[in-house]
């Protein structure tokens, strides 16, 4: 089951007349690589355990946000400009 948190920050920007802009958070992420170990009851085609994409390998990719302490995601506000 997921988690929830709330966070406030107050942040000001400078819109040129004839432009939009906006800020944009870009949240930090973990990379973890590796492969799966699947364990079965029974056996499947010869084998209770099975390795997915390989052992040994690097097939597997996972992404994992990198939070703060106070449960919030840690990453970086930055503000854009664009004419409109």
């Known amino acids: 089951m997921g988690r929830t948190a709330s966070a406030t920050t107050t942040l000001s920007g400078y ?10 958070f ?19 085609h010869g084998h209770y355990f ?6 040994g390998s690097t097939g597997v990719q996972i992404n994992t946000p990198v939070m703060n302490s106070d449960g919030t995601m840690k990453g970086k506000w930055y503000w854009a400009n664009c004419k409109c």
């Open 15 to 24: 819109i040129k007349e004839g432009e939009a802009g906006g800020y944009f």
């Open 26 to 44: 870009a949240p930090y992420w973990r990379t973890s690589q590796g492969w799966i170990e699947a364990h079965y009851g029974k056996r499947k």
């Open 50 to 55: 099975w390795y997915y994409s390989g052992k």
